[in-house]
């Protein structure tokens, strides 16, 4: 019913950069905050970077400065950009959307697959 497909993750080296995408798909109604978390290994998931419609921006203090979430409403898409990468930024990035879909009357949070980032030293 509903699909979220996201791309952009790989390899690159510490001080690289990588911007990552999800595009929401479906019988979607509205979509309110998108966002990205992470996980690494041995780790619990992460908050990373939140976008609400309004366009206020919420990062965690490991990435601020380097890391930038922007979404195309149009596009049901939200971006993470970033740059300066560090090997401690390895870990499976997912993308989180809250929306309500066509048909239901409470909105609710919908996972991607996850992409793998990994930065070499």
């Known amino acids: 019913q509903v699909q979220l497909v996201e791309s952009g993750g790989g390899l690159v080296q510490a001080g690289g950069s990588l911007r990552l995408s999800c595009a929401a798909s479906g019988s979607i109604f509205t979509i309110n905050t998108m966002g990205w978390y992470r996980q690494a290994p041995g780790k619990q998931r992460e908050l990373v970077a939140a976008?609400?419609?309004?366009?206020?921006?919420n990062y965690a203090d490991s990435v601020k400065g380097r890391f930038t979430i922007s979404r195309d409403n149009a596009k049901n898409t939200v971006y993470l950009q970033m740059n300066s990468l560090k090997p401690e930024d390895t870990a499976i990035y997912y993308c989180?959307?809250?929306?309500?879909?066509?048909?239901?009357?409470?909105?609710?949070?919908?996972w991607g697959k996850g992409t793998l980032v990994t930065v070499s030293s």
């Open positions: 989180n959307v809250f929306m309500i879909v066509t048909g239901q009357l409470y909105g609710m949070d919908y």
């Open positions: 976008i609400p419609r309004s366009g206020n921006t």
